[in-house]
């Protein structure tokens, strides 16, 4: 059974659409990741958080935005979905650093 | 700058032959390491990982991994291989004393498995 969960798994979407993408998780976890990964390429990291009401931008730079309101969720927001967003979107969270619990992932296209 | 390279990005093995996927790592301190599978369309499930002491580790599904320090690389092995293992396996170090344990992940490869 997943202990953290990604919603929706398949979003197709028209352009300049507002967007979320859920993540929740129930291990009682302090930080969490969101990952950005093309098809057939690697992980990279767009946004991360400590806990509650701390959140950082990662590696690559997005667009998007992130909330941390509650430990449990962590939330991702596209404000206008544009075909360069295309990707499949990953969140994952972990405890003190010892490796990460990912979830199954969001895929979205935006057409 | 902390960096994982995953040497083959695509590598094609029969089935019930061995199995040995390259890591190396470009860390400062001592790392943490991991490796993932990757399934497609699916997220990422962990397959073992490597903190301190003995450095081979034994994994899920049969795979184990070999730390050596001298050449800054954590090999994935399988003894034999089965068709269900064809996915992407990745390397990750964590920068535990940095970022909060922030996971660096490697380019990825690609593993086919023919009959």
């Known amino acids: 059974e997943a202990d953290i969960y990604q919603t929706p798994r398949y979003l197709v979407i028209g352009t300049g659409k507002k967007i979320t993408l859920e993540c929740s998780q129930t291990?009682?976890?302090?930080?969490m990741y969101w990952y950005q990964q093309d098809p057939g390429m690697e992980l990279h990291l767009i946004h991360y958080?400590?806990?509650?009401?701390?959140?950082e931008k990662g590696d690559l730079s997005s667009e998007s935005t992130v909330s941390r309101i509650r430990t449990e969720h962590f939330p991702l927001t596209l404000e206008s979905a544009r075909p360069s967003h295309t990707s499949q979107y990953l969140c994952?969270?972990?405890?003190?650093?010892?490796?990460?619990?990912f979830g199954s992932g969001t895929r979205l296209t935006v057409v | 700058a902390q960096s994982v390279t995953q040497p083959d990005i695509h590598i094609t093995v029969s089935e019930g032959a061995s199995l040995e996927l390259r890591c190396n790592y470009s860390?400062?301190?001592?790392?943490?390491l991991f490796w993932y599978v990757q399934s497609p369309g699916q997220g990422l499930q962990l397959l073992l990982k490597?903190?301190?002491?003995?450095?081979l580790v034994q994994g899920i599904k049969g795979f184990e991994a070999e730390f050596k320090r001298s050449q800054s690389s954590f090999n994935l092995r399988k003894p034999s291989v089965h068709w269900s293992d064809a996915a992407e396996y990745f390397c990750?170090?964590?920068?535990?004393?940095?970022?909060?344990?922030?996971?660096?992940f490697g380019q990825g490869t690609e593993l086919s498995v023919k009959p």
């Open positions: 291990m009682g976890h302090d930080k």
């Open positions: 990750a170090v964590s920068m535990i004393y940095n970022q909060g344990g922030k996971l660096i």
């Open positions: 994952a969270s972990s405890d003190r650093g010892y490796g990460y619990t």
């Open positions: 490597y903190f301190s002491g003995d450095t």
């Open positions: 860390y400062g301190a001592t790392p943490y």
């Open positions: 958080s400590y806990g509650v009401n701390s959140t």
